[in-house]
């Protein structure tokens, strides 16, 4: 793992966002984790520190536990970069497009491979992007030339605010996405909205 966390102080750093964003001082917009703690917790647990994290627009939780000081991290939000925390000092970056970390963080591992480094990579995305073709033609590469990558899917079964099997007619994800071996999957249910923090309404 690459550095000490608790579920505890995971709650507490959404809290204090949820507070800030509901008090008008984040003045774009905020994705919050709540439910996945412990998941979250076991994933980081055989992530290193040298490993690279590629995120979606949620990724408070990746920035914390990959090391990022959480001042520096809430000093961020309240600029305004939730939704696309980079952290290149920490090998941590998220991008606020579905799926537009996907082939990047296949790249990086493909160069990983070729120059016979050790690091690894992890992409986080969610249930509705393991039905793109993006992840489909993704994780089918990295399986098919073994690739030192893991897609972790973050099944919520939500796609925004609709439910993603309402969109896809399964609760199944993708035989091709969850039978793959480069792919993990954990469920989760947050108490906050896709957006915002449930208080405050953003536009």
Not at 135 to 151: C, E, G, K, M, W
Request: hydrophobic share 40%; glycine share 6%; proline share 3%.
């Amino acid at each position: 793992m690459t550095m000490s966390v608790s579920a505890h102080d995971l709650i507490e750093f959404e809290e204090q966002v949820a507070e800030s964003f509901n008090a008008g001082k984040i003045r774009a917009p905020v994705h919050l984790y709540s439910g996945c703690e412990e998941q979250m917790i076991q994933v980081f647990a055989d992530i290193n520190k040298e490993d690279f994290v590629f995120c979606t627009w949620r990724s408070h939780y990746q920035c914390l536990l990959k090391g990022v000081p959480r001042a520096q991290v809430f000093g961020a939000i309240l600029d305004g970069r939730s939704i696309a925390l980079c952290f290149p000092e920490y090998r941590v970056f998220s991008s606020a497009i579905v799926g537009g970390m996907i082939s990047i963080a296949v790249g990086t591992a493909l160069g990983l491979k070729r120059q016979r480094k050790h690091e690894r990579v992890w992409c986080f995305l969610g249930d509705m992007a393991a039905f793109t073709g993006v992840t489909a033609v993704a994780a089918r590469y990295a399986n098919a030339h073994d690739l030192p990558i893991t897609f972790v899917v973050e099944d919520n079964s939500l796609s925004v605010c609709t439910e993603t099997s309402a969109v896809w007619k399964t609760d199944e994800i993708p035989p091709e996405i969850s039978g793959n071996r480069k792919v993990v999957t954990y469920k989760y249910q947050s108490k906050y909205p896709h957006a915002g923090a449930g208080v405050r309404v953003q536009f």
